[in-house]
């Protein structure tokens, strides 16, 4: 962090997860103090396809927002937030699996989920 000019006092780290890694591509938005952090859109990988995903395509669970997330089987408003959440933690998911370190998914609903989302 000293190597990109260190902290100030303009920026809340509060809310970032300083010892992940970072995408190549990818943007990482700080927060003012007192300002609710915002989510980065993810990089765009080149060849990929810009519009929406069709209806029947996994949700991705690193780029999902609330709304989408809520879509998926057993999943209300709630359980999103709680997966918003330990994706602001932890950084993004790196397997599918890692769905079960998330507060109330349980085998039953990892069954559910599992393939309907992908990382």
């Known amino acids: 962090m000293e190597d990109a000019g260190g ?15 970072l995408v190549d591509g990818e943007q990482v938005v700080v927060p003012k103090p007192g300002e609710t952090p915002v989510a980065a859109a993810p990089p765009t990988v080149p060849g990929s396809p810009a519009g929406p995903a069709s209806p029947d395509a996994p949700v991705n669970l690193n780029t999902a927002d609330l709304a989408t997330l809520e879509t998926l089987p057993g999943v209300g408003p709630v359980l999103a937030q709680r997966i918003m959440d330990w994706r602001l933690e932890h950084g993004q998911f790196v397997a599918v699996e890692e769905l079960g370190e998330v507060s109330g998914i349980g085998d039953k609903t990892y069954e559910q989920l599992a393939p309907k989302v992908t990382v």
Do not use: M
Not at 7 to 21: F, M, P, W, Y
């Open 7 to 21: 902290e100030t006092s303009k920026a809340d780290l509060t809310g970032v997860n300083l010892a992940r890694e």
